[in-house]
């Protein structure tokens, strides 16, 4: 049986697939069979966060659908072993996603796999409403600004009510905050919220904190989920981020504002 | 203060500014999570109502569902303005 996560938000463009792209490949490198699920029917832009563009054939619909069967549908990823992507849909039809359909495809991926990380799209929509559904574990992106942050706490209302695991009375689903896009030295400047601002409002558990990066559009450009670009601050981040999700400890890196050298102390403060 | 200490000072007020927004905010959310789908519409309306009579803030109506047993209590709140005509 698979452990779910849903990669949510609320609010769009606020880091969910390239979280989802790092997540499931650091899990995969980590020796876990993994899937990740692309939920954002219409837009489908997890397989170019993945690279795997010029591979889909099949996709999340044409399962649902049985014009494929599951194995058929799944891209294999041909730099990390155990990891593979399933495609959204390019389709209008934004019911194509049935209920019993995301159900069937969903439990056989967990038969299949030890994680399905689950991208969801932005809003709070059906689809977001299905990614969210199946879920054990719930990723909450959240960058230091207003909207998100709020839109965040929806998101954790509708965890806490409407998934599988609140309307059977199971336990709830498990919550991690993950604060991405942020910028040491705005927070120092007081032009930002900080990561313990955010922290006390939302009240859960902290899972990383995920610096703004170039690394991450470079990545993203080139189709390499950005966990695998080692030297960098924002694949260093999320590379800690799957190691606490796994359990382990880490200390947060890329919070503080680098030390200033000889011509900024001259000029700062 | 010199100039430089003045824009200082004012920057740090925008993330505080924003933390105090966020925390009223997402404290009324939260606290009509859960009750009845008619909540929101009804808080509304009361507010309309009161507003015929007194000026009052955005918040001056508080609701919170509370849940004894089988009893659901509404819990309602009107905050009238200190000095009103
Ligand atoms: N840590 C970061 N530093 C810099 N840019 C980032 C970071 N994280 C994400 N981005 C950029 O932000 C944009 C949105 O990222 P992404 O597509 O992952 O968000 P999303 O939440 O999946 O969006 P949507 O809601 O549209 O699905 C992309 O251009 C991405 O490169
Ligand atoms: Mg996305």
Redesign the pocket.
Known sequence: MAKTVVVT?G??????????AALATGLARQGHRTAVVDF?VG?R?LDL?MGCERRVVYDFVNVINGDATLNQALIRDKRVEGLYVLAASQTRDKDALTQDGVERVMTELSEQFDYVIC?S??GIERGALMAMYHADDAIV?TNPEVSSVRDSDRVLGILASKSRRAEQGDEPVREHLLL???SPERVNKGEMLSLEDVGEILAIDLLGV????????NA?NAGVPVILESESD?GQAYDDAVARFLGEQRPLRFTDVPRKGFFGRLFGS | MNLLGYFRSQRKKSASVAKERLQILVARERAQRGGPDYLPALQEELLQVIRKYVEVDQDAVQMHVDREGDCEILELNITLPEHHQ
């Not at chain 1, 609010?11 to 989802?20: A, C, L, N, Q």
């Not at chain 1, 995920?210 to 559009?217: D, N």
């Open positions: 938000s609010k769009g463009g606020v880091g969910k697939t390239t979280t989802s954002d837009l832009n966060v991208d799209p932005a992106v991405t896009r942020y995920i610096p703004e990066s170039q690394a991450v559009l993203s924002a």
